[in-house]
């Protein structure tokens, strides 16, 4: 039960990351009059995201765990790449929004697992996580409603 915990850690950790690379990819990359908010809350969500990563690697360590490095790494998050065309906004919002429904699905699924193993402090860091990609999913759904299709 414990070593369950600590291995959905471990995937939450390499999804921030993972997270945290795609984002800033794509606030880099995009262009055009409409972009300009999106990259802007993609830039202050870099950082949350890498809080995150940094909270999961501390609790990892109490656990006697530890955060994984590159070589485990294993890609994902294939629907937010960066788009070939930089100013399909709209792809980057998908793609935003898949990646906070992933997150919300792990953080969830630790919330109860950690219940489960009597672990009430990855359970109340799982809870304090899913609170902020639900957060971060509500900015993109009114991206997402906004912005202009043609
Ligand atoms: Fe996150
Ligand atoms: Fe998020």
Known sequence: MADEVTDLLKKAYQDELET???YLSNSIVLDGVHAEEVKESLQ???Q???GHAEM???RLKQLDAHPPGSAEFEANQMDLQPPEDSTDVVS???GVLSAEEDAIETYRNLVHLAE???DPV???LAVTILADEEAHRTEF???NKEYPRD
């Open 122 to 124: 990855t359970e109340d």
């Open 92 to 94: 980057v919002i998908e």
């Open 56 to 58: 999961i690697g501390n």
């Open 116 to 118: 489960e193993a009597d």
């Open 20 to 22: 945290v690379m795609n």
């Open 141 to 143: 759904r009114g991206f």
């Open 48 to 50: 949350e995201e890498l």
């Open 44 to 46: 202050e969500d870099i």
